[in-house]
């Protein structure tokens, strides 16, 4: 008797009819063949999917060019198909499951005609932790197969815990022909299943990533009383030794990895790494908030990381161990045929090719590396890898951090007044738009707790998932603000960053345990001058004071924004939210 994994295998290959099909183990040498059969074998758009780079400057690392109509998340084309399309909410494109069904089955048949069908169990989550999801995702793309072992707890661990259940979450993946028009990513949450064609890029092709561990996810959370979030969890040790896990919520490319990796520029502290992308977070039986990282690596922006924002990553990509590291959409220094982006070195290397092999010369308004090229990396390169990394039971988490990209008017953090009030502020962040996702940058969108494009249902009903969440806390822990983006009207950066962010960690946990001071303002607290730690730093009294300025009118202009936004979720905005919208507009006239 097949299995249901087995059968569903073969009815998946019925429909699409590839010329072989391969189950994956997830083994070191297994992966060594995939990357070979990449080097010599399996092409796309016409090139070998991957190439070998310096292997003494960067040990196992490979680099993968994707076609160029394919180098983002594409919103447009991603659906989340709900019997109801209310239960999807205006955050989502939404089609009836009936009829995304038959178009993904006329576009997926004879998809995978003469290429090789990759099976590949999974888990997301420890497997042994109550909230680990055990998956399988076919995919016709060797990028995507090495890939998804690298972020994946992928292979035989999966495929033993799977056995003859038939309750493993589906993922049915093909690049299709690239083509944007016969593009979709779309999700069924009430089958547990992903359906993606069209596009080999990460977000849209590894689907244990956004479509599982957070659109789909979010939905089980719902039912099942845990929140499945777009954050980083750390660690942050300070000089006594005392290590204070915090979480943190951040769009795409707005410093996310930069944050989970920090190499702290004030002495005796330092940040421990547990995940840089994705947090499961549920209350325990003691009422403590806990998270675990679902995942197992970093597919992180290339370009601006460098030695001065982020020297950790460097030597994670550089570690080399039985995981390849893989480069996508990055350009090449041909000198040494190694990876390059801007930032990387001050200057160019003398010799260099695009992101889509052509040979580049230098000019202002030209890139080298795309703007979202990427690297694909184990966590267990990571040389701040914390020890609970791999714990089923997760971290106690003291805080939880949200933020977005904002030029002007967001201190470069605040405190909400308590765990309402933070919901109520997370869901009116706004940010500007990244390279991250298909489309212009730069645009202003409200995308509260940087769960816009990943959230698998209503956001109205995700608003109130939180307040009940937060009610099930004995001691919810206090939600913060961050903007490390906000600038002068120079136009410069306020706040230098990287490193130097550890101070307002520290003030977060000195806040978190009741020790550090604070101003309030109608919008939250914002640290007292003497709370937060500037020793030793270059920094004058006046762009501090313009880091934690709060400008009413501004912020009135903020609000009708946001209420804007809360009228397209109507009725299932909860009422909790309604009346802190109402109370931030008088406590704003007040002051
Ligand atoms: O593009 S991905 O979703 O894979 C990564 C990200 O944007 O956070
Ligand atoms: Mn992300």
Redesign the pocket.
């Given at each position: 008797m097949p299995t249901p994994l087995e059968k569903w295998v073969e009815e998946t290959a019925e429909l699409t009819g590839p010329k072989k099909i391969y189950f994956c183990d997830g083994s070191d040498a297994e992966a060594r063949v995939l990357i070979e059969k990449g080097i010599s074998e399996e092409k796309i758009n016409g090139k070998p999917v991957f190439s070998r780079l310096n292997q003494t400057l960067w040990p196992n690392s490979y680099y993968h060019q994707s076609h160029p109509n394919d180098v983002?998340?594409t919103e447009n084309l991603t659906f989340v198909c709900h019997s109801h399309k209310d239960t999807a909410g205006p955050n989502n494109n939404w089609m009836d499951p009936a009829e995304a069904k038959m178009k993904m089955t006329i576009l997926s048949r004879g998809v995978m005609r003469g290429r090789t069908m990759y099976v590949m169990p999974f888990v997301m989550g420890h497997p042994d932790s109550p909230f680990a999801k055990f998956c399988v995702q076919v995919t016709d793309s060797a990028y995507v197969a090495v890939s998804m072992r690298i972020m994946t707890r992928m292979g035989k661990v999966a495929a033993e815990r799977i056995g003859s259940r038939a309750d493993f979450i589906k993922g049915i993946h093909s690049i299709g022909e690239l083509d944007p028009n016969k593009r979709f990513i779309m999700h069924f949450p009430e089958e547990n299943l992903i359906w993606s064609i069209g596009s080999g890029?990460?977000?849209?092709a590894?689907l244990g990533?956004?479509c599982i561990s957070l659109r789909l996810a979010s939905w089980i959370g719902r039912n099942e009383g845990w929140l499945a979030e777009?954050m980083i969890i750390i660690g942050i040790e300070d000089p006594g030794g005392k290590v204070s896990y915090v979480t943190a919520a951040l769009?795409?490319?707005c410093g996310?990895t930069n944050l989970a990796m920090l190499r702290s520029a004030l002495p005796g502290y330092k940040v421990w790494t547990l995940g840089d992308?994705i947090a499961w977070l549920w209350v325990d039986k003691a009422g403590q908030l806990r998270a675990i990282n679902p995942e197992t690596g970093f597919?992180g922006v290339a370009p601006g990381t460098s030695p001065k924002t982020n020297p950790s990553m460097l030597d994670t990509l550089k570690a080399g161990s039985f995981f390849p590291t893989l480069f996508t959409n990055t350009a090449i220094n041909l000198d040494n045929n190694e990876p390059w982006w801007e930032d990387l070195t001050k200057d160019y290397p003398a010799h260099l090719i695009d992101w889509q092999g052509n040979k580049f010369t230098p000019s202002p308004d030209k890139k080298a590396a795309h703007a979202?090229s990427?690297f694909t990396v184990s966590i267990k390169q990571c040389p701040t890898l914390a020890k609970e990394y791999d714990s089923p039971q997760g971290v106690p988490i003291s805080a939880i951090i949200l933020g977005g990209r904002r030029t002007t008017l967001v201190p470069l953090v605040y405190e909400s007044f308590n765990f309402a009030h933070g919901v109520f502020c997370g869901s009116m962040i706004g940010s500007e738009t990244t390279a991250?996702?298909a489309g212009a940058v730069g645009l202003l969108r409200r995308d509260p707790m940087a769960m816009l494009p990943f959230c698998g249902y209503n956001m109205g009903d995700y608003f109130s998932h939180w307040l009940d969440f937060g009610k099930k806390m004995v001691n919810p822990p206090r939600i913060f603000f961050i903007n490390w983006f906000r600038r002068g009207e120079n136009g410069k950066f306020l706040w230098p960053g990287f490193g130097e962010n550890i101070r307002v960690l520290k003030w977060v946990i000195e806040r978190a345990q009741g020790k550090a001071g604070a101003v309030e303002t109608p919008i939250g607290f914002v640290p007292d001058a003497k709370s937060f730690d500037t020793s030793g730093m270059d920094l004058s009294l006046e762009n501090l004071d313009k880091l934690f300025a709060v400008d009413h009118k501004g912020w009135d202009a903020e609000l009708k924004d946001a209420k804007i936004f809360f009228e397209k979720f109507g009725s299932h905005v909860p009422q909790e939210l309604r009346n802190e919208l109402v109370t931030l507009e008088k406590r704003l006239k007040v002051t």
């Amino acid at each position: 008797m097949p299995t249901p994994l087995e059968k569903w295998v073969e009815e998946t290959a019925e429909l699409t009819g590839p010329k072989k099909i391969y189950f994956c183990d997830g083994s070191d040498a297994e992966a060594r063949v995939l990357i070979e059969k990449g080097i010599s074998e399996e092409k796309i758009n016409g090139k070998p999917v991957f190439s070998r780079l310096n292997q003494t400057l960067w040990p196992n690392s490979y680099y993968h060019q994707s076609h160029p109509n394919d180098v983002a998340r594409t919103e447009n084309l991603t659906f989340v198909c709900h019997s109801h399309k209310d239960t999807a909410g205006p955050n989502n494109n939404w089609m009836d499951p009936a009829e995304a069904k038959m178009k993904m089955t006329i576009l997926s048949r004879g998809v995978m005609r003469g290429r090789t069908m990759y099976v590949m169990p999974f888990v997301m989550g420890h497997p042994d932790s109550p909230f680990a999801k055990f998956c399988v995702q076919v995919t016709d793309s060797a990028y995507v197969a090495v890939s998804m072992r690298i972020m994946t707890r992928m292979g035989k661990v999966a495929a033993e815990r799977i056995g003859s259940r038939a309750d493993f979450i589906k993922g049915i993946h093909s690049i299709g022909e690239l083509d944007p028009n016969k593009r979709f990513i779309m999700h069924f949450p009430e089958e547990n299943l992903i359906w993606s064609i069209g596009s080999g890029y990460g977000g849209n092709a590894l689907l244990g990533k956004k479509c599982i561990s957070l659109r789909l996810a979010s939905w089980i959370g719902r039912n099942e009383g845990w929140l499945a979030e777009h954050m980083i969890i750390i660690g942050i040790e300070d000089p006594g030794g005392k290590v204070s896990y915090v979480t943190a919520a951040l769009p795409s490319a707005c410093g996310k990895t930069n944050l989970a990796m920090l190499r702290s520029a004030l002495p005796g502290y330092k940040v421990w790494t547990l995940g840089d992308d994705i947090a499961w977070l549920w209350v325990d039986k003691a009422g403590q908030l806990r998270a675990i990282n679902p995942e197992t690596g970093f597919f992180g922006v290339a370009p601006g990381t460098s030695p001065k924002t982020n020297p950790s990553m460097l030597d994670t990509l550089k570690a080399g161990s039985f995981f390849p590291t893989l480069f996508t959409n990055t350009a090449i220094n041909l000198d040494n045929n190694e990876p390059w982006w801007e930032d990387l070195t001050k200057d160019y290397p003398a010799h260099l090719i695009d992101w889509q092999g052509n040979k580049f010369t230098p000019s202002p308004d030209k890139k080298a590396a795309h703007a979202n090229s990427r690297f694909t990396v184990s966590i267990k390169q990571c040389p701040t890898l914390a020890k609970e990394y791999d714990s089923p039971q997760g971290v106690p988490i003291s805080a939880i951090i949200l933020g977005g990209r904002r030029t002007t008017l967001v201190p470069l953090v605040y405190e909400s007044f308590n765990f309402a009030h933070g919901v109520f502020c997370g869901s009116m962040i706004g940010s500007e738009t990244t390279a991250a996702q298909a489309g212009a940058v730069g645009l202003l969108r409200r995308d509260p707790m940087a769960m816009l494009p990943f959230c698998g249902y209503n956001m109205g009903d995700y608003f109130s998932h939180w307040l009940d969440f937060g009610k099930k806390m004995v001691n919810p822990p206090r939600i913060f603000f961050i903007n490390w983006f906000r600038r002068g009207e120079n136009g410069k950066f306020l706040w230098p960053g990287f490193g130097e962010n550890i101070r307002v960690l520290k003030w977060v946990i000195e806040r978190a345990q009741g020790k550090a001071g604070a101003v309030e303002t109608p919008i939250g607290f914002v640290p007292d001058a003497k709370s937060f730690d500037t020793s030793g730093m270059d920094l004058s009294l006046e762009n501090l004071d313009k880091l934690f300025a709060v400008d009413h009118k501004g912020w009135d202009a903020e609000l009708k924004d946001a209420k804007i936004f809360f009228e397209k979720f109507g009725s299932h905005v909860p009422q909790e939210l309604r009346n802190e919208l109402v109370t931030l507009e008088k406590r704003l006239k007040v002051t």
